[in-house]
């Protein structure tokens, strides 16, 4: 009986100090949350706690959907328990569009610490007047323009969903926002990130979130019809992939995203002939990681990426598209992923596109490739016996 006493006693005392930390986390009570925000610029937030602990430090951390890395800002604290604090986007940048979470951590004077319960907002950019327009799982947002601008948009979104779906084998599981600026300055500076002025179009696949940039007038049909289908195809694509659609190259998502264009660029074509003719065709296992930087090298490569892809669907059917984006979904090499799929190498089934979308000379593409290893079959076979060659060729005299 005393062994088991003793044995209760110490299990107790061992036990004590994780007991305590557990007690010194418990949640408090916060009541009366009021969130709001001016995008771009700031976020406050006025909240109530009950305690009967003296709080002598309290701290406010926010994390957005999405995002590993939490933000903190100091929270003011005031009489009857009153809570706030201001978060300025300059000191840390929150998603766009995201959920963002937030909770309160506590510090009492008696230097136990304990957090509140999460609470959440969603970061909406709230600088427009947007218009809302919706049908099945797309919702379309616009400012500028009237509702016969919104429809349009609604339709070119519901094609391009479709045309996609079809593409890929999926559907929409849930509803897609899809935000329409009546310029590329107005999305960039969404974005935060300001970014080079081409920039049209965003998509966050994970938020079902697709961001772009018309502007009412003559063009807007073509632009609708080849930007929001664009954006959406990522979307889909995710669809398919899961949480692993950045596992995919990017030569591939963007090829997806550009054949599912109503209308694709017609200066494709033009940039991948002169890319031809000049020898300056980008190799898809550099474009596996990340596209160029310079605007020119950038085109070329959504040039390449849409026509490659659309070879890969004439010539394996979409089960074979789909097999390859699952392919790197299982996160398989940019190499290993065509093999696994295709049952060919990435070189291989370059090169095949190359001859038949391109029309480039089998026979010319063979030798320039084997040009270099044939040297250096040269010269291992002749240097060696090049001394004797050469004095076989030295006069005689006598």
Same mark, same amino acid.
């Given at each position: 009986m005393k062994r088991y006493f003793l044995l209760f006693i110490i299990a107790l005392l061992t036990g004590f100090p994780a007991w305590q930390s557990a007690a010194a986390q418990a949640t408090v009570p916060v009541e009366q949350v009021v969130t709001s925000h001016i995008f771009g610029e700031q976020v406050s937030v006025r909240a109530r706690v009950r305690t009967d602990q003296t709080i002598s430090q309290a701290v406010a951390f926010l994390r957005a959907q999405g995002e590993s890395?939490? +933000?903190?800002?100091?929270?003011?604290?005031?009489?009857?328990?009153?809570?706030?604090?201001?978060?300025?986007?300059?000191?840390?940048?929150?998603?766009?569009?995201?959920?963002?979470?937030?909770?309160?951590?506590?510090?009492?004077?008696?230097g136990s610490t304990a957090d509140s319960a999460e609470f959440a907002f969603r970061y909406l950019d709230n600088r427009f007047p947007w218009q809302v327009r919706e049908q099945d799982n797309l919702r379309v947002h616009w400012y500028a323009g009237d509702a016969a601008f919104g429809q349009s948009a609604l339709d070119a979104a519901r094609s391009g969903a479709e045309r996609t779906g079809q593409l890929l084998s999926v559907s929409l599981g849930r509803p897609v926002d899809i935000y329409i600026y009546a310029s590329s300055e107005d999305l960039r500076a969404t974005l935060q990130q300001g970014g080079p002025a081409w920039v049209s179009g965003h998509a966050s696949p994970d938020l079902y979130l697709a961001l772009v940039a018309i502007a009412?007038?003559?063009?807007?049909?073509?632009?609708?019809?080849?930007?929001?289908?664009?954006?959406?195809?990522? +979307?889909?694509?995710?669809?398919?992939?899961?949480?692993?659609?950045?596992l995919l190259p990017i030569w591939l998502r963007e090829? +997806?995203?550009?054949?599912?264009?109503?209308?694709?660029?017609?200066?494709?074509?033009?940039?991948?002939?002169?890319?031809?003719?000049?020898?300056?065709?980008?190799?898809?296992?550099?474009l596996c990681g990340d596209f160029?930087?310079?605007?020119?090298?950038?085109?070329?490569?959504?040039?390449?990426?849409?026509?490659?892809?659309?070879?890969?669907?004439?010539?394996y059917g979409i089960s074979g598209l789909n097999r390859l984006v699952l392919a790197y979904a299982d996160g398989l090499g940019c190499e290993q992923g065509v093999q696994q799929a295709l049952g +060919?190498?990435?070189?291989?089934?370059?090169?095949?596109?190359?001859?038949?979308?391109?029309?480039?000379?089998?026979?010319?593409?063979?030798?320039?490739?084997?040009?270099?290893?044939?040297?250096?079959f040269l010269m291992l076979v002749f240097l060696p016996i090049a001394p004797a060659l050469f004095s076989s060729f030295k006069p005689k005299h006598g």
């Open positions: 890395a939490s +933000i903190s800002t100091p929270v003011q604290l005031g009489p009857d328990g009153e809570i706030s604090f201001i978060h300025q986007i300059r000191n840390g940048n929150l998603r766009p569009f995201a959920e963002v979470a937030f909770w309160f951590r506590f510090t009492f004077a008696d009412p007038g003559l063009e807007q049909a073509a632009s609708m019809e080849r930007k929001i289908p664009h954006e959406l195809a990522h +979307i889909l694509t995710y669809e398919l992939a899961g949480e692993r659609y950045p090829g +997806i995203a550009a054949v599912s264009e109503t209308y694709p660029s017609p200066d494709y074509p033009r940039s991948l002939q002169v890319a031809v003719e000049n020898d300056g065709l980008l190799s898809f296992s550099r160029p930087v310079d605007a020119s090298s950038r085109f070329l490569a959504y040039a390449q990426s849409e026509s490659f892809t659309r070879y890969i669907v004439d010539e +060919i190498s990435l070189s291989q089934l370059e090169y095949a596109w190359r001859a038949s979308s391109l029309g480039e000379n089998r026979m010319a593409m063979a030798f320039k490739n084997l040009s270099g290893y044939l040297l250096v």
